[in-house]
């Protein structure tokens, strides 16, 4: 039996961007939605669960930035940003919303998919490679907090936290190698595997989406801890 192919969404109100997209990506072999503006984009991934997304930030009405934000209350699908808005502070704007990668317009249809498939690649290589052990990170009797590298889950408790793929392994590289201090570009290499713009921040602002959802207090984390001038390490409890 052939494989089903992934669905992917593409949020995009310039027709000739979305079709160019759409073309290329159907020639990769995926199955592509379409949606022009952020309300249709929210509708598609309630109905259709698209495996990935690609949006852009100026929709109109609804922008990128809040299609983003709504769509991770309830999934953690792969997300990759295209805008014309170059700034660093836009870049940082849609990571902290919840994307997992940043393209700048004008753009060769082929970065796309080269992301796409990093994306993809880091994924299936990361679930490969890791061991069926779980890792206690937090030992708190009420609510431990348990990392399970080969199924792709944290737990807090019976509950599952919401981690993106980005968020996710940059946990699993701290957890490897606990008390360990990485530095940013480091982390850049390890998890990004491109060296994302080679923006030292980008690794800050994940950092801190992480904490919000695995720390008990992100605002005086004791789990990632962050060594001045230095980076980032993990400290289980």
């Known amino acids: 039996m052939a494989d089903v192919p992934l669905r992917l969404l593409v949020v995009e109100d310039d027709d000739s961007i979305r079709t160019a997209l759409r073309w290329a990506l159907e020639d990769e072999g995926y199955d592509v939605a379409e949606a022009v503006s952020g309300e249709d984009a ?47 502070d836009d870049i940082v704007a849609a990571l902290e919303a919840g994307a997992d990668d940043y393209v700048t317009k004008p753009f060769e249809v082929k970065e796309i998919t080269a992301r796409l498939r990093a994306l993809r690649r880091r994924a299936a290589s990361g679930a490969a490679e890791r061991s069926p052990e779980e890792v206690v990170l937090d030992s708190d009797p009420a609510a431990p907090l348990v990392l399970n590298e080969a199924r792709g889950t944290v737990h807090r408790g019976a509950t599952q936290v919401p981690l993106t793929l980005t968020e996710f392994r940059l946990l699993c590289e701290l957890a490897a190698s606990p008390g360990r201090v990485f530095s940013r570009q480091a982390l850049l290499e390890r998890v990004w595997e491109h060296g994302f713009f080679g923006d030292e921040r980008i690794v800050d602002v994940h950092v801190r989406r992480l904490r919000t959802k695995v720390e008990t207090d992100p605002s005086a984390p004791q789990l990632v801890i962050t060594v001045r001038g230095l980076g980032y390490r993990l400290d289980p409890r």
Do not use: N
């Open 42 to 88: 929210v509708r598609a991934v309630a109905v259709a669960a698209p495996d990935l997304m690609v949006v852009d930030l100026m929709l109109g009405s609804m922008d990128g930035y809040a299609v983003i934000r709504e769509v991770r209350r309830a999934h953690d699908l792969p997300i990759i940003v295209i805008s014309a808005r170059a700034d660093t």
